[in-house]
């Protein structure tokens, strides 16, 4: 298991009501993977949005953001951790 | 006080004492901005690091990181958290 932040453009306008939703989305249906979506952080007038998970891989990560409706424009392996 | 996520590229190859390095001297300044400089997670591969800060303002953090020699690319407030 490794450590990723998969980063998403284009939510600009995004609500914490909707953030909420979305790492709800990717919470229920995680383990089909073996990962685990530890936080969120969005930035809505930029529309950024920041997760950081655990996982086996990044293709793990994405295919579960895939499956809920938001697909990661980049997923990092981040082994480093201060 | 705000949170904010500010990341850096072109840091190919970085190691763990070098990102332990850069945070310790980030946080020996900090208080001179009432910035606090939370985790940081770095890609070695891309070159990408992420730090999560608290902060007065983006530019706060910024000049913290100017100081210390690793001025951020982006800095964005992540007023939304999951």
């Given amino acids: 298991m490794a450590k990723f932040m998969d980063v998403h453009h284009g939510m600009k306008g995004i609500t ?4 909420r939703a979305a ?3 990717d919470l229920d249906i ?5 990962v685990h979506f530890e ?5 809505p007038e930029s529309g950024t949005v920041y997760c950081l998970s655990e996982a086996p ?6 295919r579960i953001h895939e499956r809920t409706g938001h697909k990661a424009d980049e997923v990092h392996p981040v ?4």
Avoid at 57 to 62: G, H, I, K, L, T
């Fill in 79 to 82: 082994p480093l951790t201060v």
């Fill in 30 to 34: 995680e383990s089909d993977e073996r």
């Fill in 57 to 62: 891989s990044a293709e793990a990560v994405q």
């Fill in 39 to 43: 936080r969120a952080w969005a930035d």
């Fill in 23 to 25: 790492h709800q989305a």
């Fill in 16 to 19: 914490a009501e909707q953030l």
